[in-house]
C-alpha cells in the first residue's frame, strides 16, 4: 500500500515569510509524528499526534512552530516568520497505536526547507 | 534524559569487509533499540530491532544485540556490499506504549567496490 508522503518535497522561502508543510500517514495508523533533521545532526522530535488525544508539543523549538491533524489523516506544521536556523529536513513518521508497542515508525521522503 | 551517542563518520570500507558501527545509550528503565537506514535519496526505513536485554535484531545481514550491561547496540554485519552505503541511525523509545524516537546523528558508510 501506499506509504508516508510530504509535500513539497522542496521549499526554498525567503526570511520572515510563513510556510506550512503536509504530511499524509499511511491509512490506519493512527499516531503521527513530525521531526527535523539538521545538517550534520540527527533528528529531533518536534511534535506527536495519537487519535483524539491532546498533541505532544515539547518537542516544538518556538512559538512560531504550530502544527495540526485533521482527525486520523493528514497533518500540516506550519513555521511562521521563518529564520534561517528553521533549515532543515521536516520529517513526517505515522504508526500504529496502543499500550503493546513500540510501534514501527514509518516515515515519509521528508520536505527540505530552505530560508534565504 | 533520553540520549543516543554513535561513532563518527563517514566510515570508509572495501566491498566485503567488516562492518562495526558502534551506538550507546542512555535511558531511564527499559527502552527499545533502533537501526534505521536511510538510502542516497530515499526516507528513513527501519533496519531492525530489539526490544528487551540480550535480544537480537537481524535484518539483510545485519545485527545487533541490545546489551543492558554495557548500555550498547552495535550495528555488524559480517561482509558488507557497495548497495550498503547509505546513512545509518541508531535510536531507541521509552520502555512502552507510546514514545517517540530518540536519535543519535547518524554514520555515513562508504563502500567501495
Known amino acids: 500500500g501506499a506509504g508516508v508522503s510530504q509535500s513539497p518535497s522542496n521549499k526554498v522561502t525567503e526570511k520572515g515569510k510563513d510556510v506550512e508543510l503536509r504530511c499524509d500517514p499511511i491509512?490506519?495508523?493512527?499516531?503521527l509524528y513530525w521531526y527535523r533533521q539538521r545538517l550534520g545532526q540527527g533528528l529531533e522530535f518536534l511534535i506527536y499526534?495519537?487519535?483524539?488525544?491532546?498533541?505532544?508539543k515539547s518537542g516544538l523549538p518556538s512559538d512560531r512552530f504550530s502544527a495540526e491533524r485533521t482527525g486520523e489523516s493528514v497533518s500540516t506544521l506550519t513555521i511562521q516568520r521563518t529564520q534561517q536556523e528553521d533549515s532543515a529536513v521536516y520529517l513526517c513518521?505515522?504508526?500504529?497505536?496502543?499500550?503493546?508497542?513500540?510501534?514501527?515508525?514509518?516515515f515519509g521522503p521528508g520536505t527540505r526547507l530552505t530560508v534565504t | 534524559g533520553n540520549s543516543v551517542t554513535q561513532m563518527e563518520g563517514p566510515v570508509t570500507l572495501s566491498e566485503e569487509a567488516f562492518l562495526t558501527i558502534n551506538c550507546t545509550y542512555t535511558?531511564?528503565?527499559?527502552?527499545?533499540l533502533f537501526w534505521y537506514v536511510q538510502y542516497p535519496g530515499e526516507g528513513l526505513q527501519l533496519l531492525l530491532k530489539?526490544?528487551?536485554?540480550?535480544d537480537k535484531g537481524s535484518n539483510k545481514g545485519f545485527e545487533a544485540t541490545y546489551r543492558k550491561e554495557t548500555t550498547s547496540f552495535h550495528l555488524e554485519k559480517g561482509s558488507v556490499q557497495v548497495s550498503d552505503s547509505a546513512v545509518y541511525f541508531c535510536?531507541?523509545?521509552?520502555?512502552?506504549?507510546?514514545?517517540?524516537?530518540?536519535f543519535g546523528k547518524g554514520t555515513m558508510l562508504l563502500v567501495s567496490p
Open positions: 535511558a531511564t528503565g527499559y527502552p527499545s
Open positions: 530489539a526490544t528487551k536485554a540480550d
Open positions: 535510536a531507541l523509545s521509552a520502555s512502552s506504549g507510546y514514545s517517540t524516537l530518540t
Open positions: 499526534f495519537q487519535g483524539n488525544s491532546a498533541p505532544d
Open positions: 491509512s490506519g495508523h493512527t499516531a
Open positions: 513518521a505515522s504508526s500504529l497505536a496502543g499500550t503493546s508497542g513500540p510501534w514501527e515508525q514509518y
